[in-house]
């Protein structure tokens, strides 16, 4: 699997931006999904998942909960990340990665399937 990463940019404080994870291949659609995201200085955070086939089941961090919404569409194999009410906290570096298991997603454990990340900034 393939990803790639795109929609980042420069927003203020209290705006939106959509991120799109476009994925390769005809098993899309057999992946769950996550976006995760690194702050300069920081470690690699989990930002939320979104289970395979239909994506009935989605996890969110906590500081995202509420303001971010994570969806599927697996006819255009892309994934989402609807991102309202930013702040400067959000500001870093998001990427996607897929694997067949979703709890491998939610823990960030083992996964292979990264795309390159794109920069979201929040000016305050």
């Known amino acids: 699997v393939q990803l790639q990463a795109s929609g980042g940019g420069l927003v203020q404080a209290g705006g939106s931006l959509r991120l799109s994870c476009a994925a390769s291949?005809?098993?899309?659609?057999?992946?769950?999904m996550g976006w995760f995201r690194q702050a300069p200085g920081k470690e690699r955070e989990f930002v939320a998942a979104i289970s395979a086939s239909g994506g009935s089941t989605t996890y969110y961090t906590d500081s995202v909960k509420g303001r971010f919404t994570i969806s599927r569409d697996n006819a255009e194999n892309t994934v989402y990340l609807q991102m309202d009410r930013l702040n400067a906290e959000d500001t870093a570096i998001y990427y996607c990665a897929a694997d067949q298991n979703f709890w491998k997603i939610r823990l960030d454990r083992g996964l292979i399937y990264w795309g390159k990340g794109t920069q979201v900034t929040v000016s305050s």
């Open positions: 291949g005809r098993t899309f659609s057999s992946y769950a």
